[in-house]
């Protein structure tokens, strides 16, 4: 995801050039980050795939937002550490695009070969980017641990040659 849509079929579904400012004005932090990976370990929270799901069927931030809030358990666990819906929607979204972008800077014959390029806007800042590769291995750690709180798996990484 290195803006809204992953891939050529989802083209059609583009965000708004509000959403897409909302998300290149979001820093990311070590605050955020450290809200953000207790959030993503929490088995009352949506994985962040099915959140950044909505946004690929062409939902706004501000819908998607809602649809969170209207979850009673992931209201609170937003509120408990101090997110509202819309942050960690944009901030999600910040997140995974500085992810993609830093994969497709690191492994651009494998995102090529998987027919992993967006089609989308970019969205990934050069600061969350960086941010992103200081703290890449904790991020894909919690995104795996949260993924198995839903009884899913996310592979690991291949090692570096």
Do not use: C
Not at 90 to 102: D, M, R, S
Not at 109 to 124: C, E, F, H, I, Y
């Amino acid at each position: 995801v290195q803006g809204f849509a992953a891939t050529e079929s989802d083209a059609a579904h583009q965000p708004s050039a509000a959403d897409i400012a909302a998300v290149r004005a979001f820093r990311l932090t070590p605050g955020f980050l450290g809200k953000w990976l207790a959030l993503a370990k929490d088995p009352k929270m949506p994985p962040p795939g099915i959140v950044l799901g909505k946004l690929k069927d062409g939902e706004s931030v501000a819908a998607a937002s809602a649809q969170l809030d209207a979850w009673p358990a992931v209201h609170r666990e937003l509120g408990r550490q101090g997110l509202s819906s819309h942050d960690y929607l944009v901030g999600t979204v910040a997140l995974f695009a500085a992810g993609f972008k830093l994969a497709e800077i690191e492994h651009p014959d494998l995102m090529k070969k998987n027919g992993m390029q967006s089609s989308g806007p970019d969205v990934a800042t050069p600061a969350n980017v960086a941010f992103m590769r200081a703290h890449k291995a904790e991020i894909e750690t919690a995104m795996r641990a949260g993924a198995a709180a839903h009884g899913e798996t996310i592979p690991k990484p291949a090692p570096q040659q």
